[in-house]
């Protein structure tokens, strides 16, 4: 009964009313100011990552535009190229045509029969090959493709020679 009288005594007193009051106003002032400072560090975290976001975006951007940029100058330059190339076609459709013999001009005999040496062997290589093909699809026998490589070469042996022949009395070096 006396802890009950106490209890009465202190809450009917005024003064510690009051100060109990001015006690809880306190706490939840303190407890509103934690909880405002904490959505401030909130804000300025995310803020913080919205200003960084910005900026990695604003780098990326920029280098799209310089790209951009790049890949323009790069297609009026193509587009040029393609021009010149076009001007240049019609310009050879209207000339007449030449043959490879009129194109590739040598500066003397030695050099236009080296010229024609490495033709009829590259012609050689070729037939070879094509001889190679024809005993593959059964269009020649072993026998016939034997003697036609032979022969062939036995030319080509002959055209090596004398390319390297020529080669050796032009001082050049021998690729053979």
């Known amino acids: ?20 009051v001015r006690m809880l106003k306190a706490l939840l002032r303190d407890k509103a100011l934690a909880e405002y400072e904490n959505w401030l560090d909130q804000r300025q975290i995310v803020g913080s990552v919205l200003a ?7 780098v990326v951007c920029y ?10 100058t790069a297609k009026k330059e193509f587009q040029k190229a393609l021009e010149m190339m076009a001007s240049a076609s019609t310009k050879t459709d209207v000339e007449e045509k ?19 040496l490495v033709s009829e062997e590259k012609s050689i290589v070729d037939a070879v090959y094509w001889l190679d093909k024809g005993l593959e699809n059964d269009v020649l026998t072993i026998s016939e493709w034997l003697k036609a490589v032979r022969n062939l070469s036995k030319e080509q042996y002959n055209k090596r020679a004398l390319m390297n022949k020529i080669l050796r009395l032009n001082n050049l070096e021998a690729p053979i």
């Not at 009964?1 to 109990?20: A, G, L």
């Not at 280098?63 to 323009?72: G, I, N, R, V």
Request: glycine content about 0%; cysteine-free; overall charge positive.
């Open 63 to 72: 280098k799209q535009k310089k790209y951009l940029s790049e890949l323009e």
């Open 98 to 116: 030449k043959s490879i013999d009129e194109t590739v001009v040598a500066k003397d005999i030695r050099s236009q029969q080296l010229i024609n």
């Open 1 to 20: 009964q006396q802890q009950q009288q106490q209890q009465v005594q202190t809450t009917s007193d005024p003064n510690k009313k009051s100060q109990d």
């Open 52 to 58: 960084q976001r910005h900026h990695d975006l604003s």
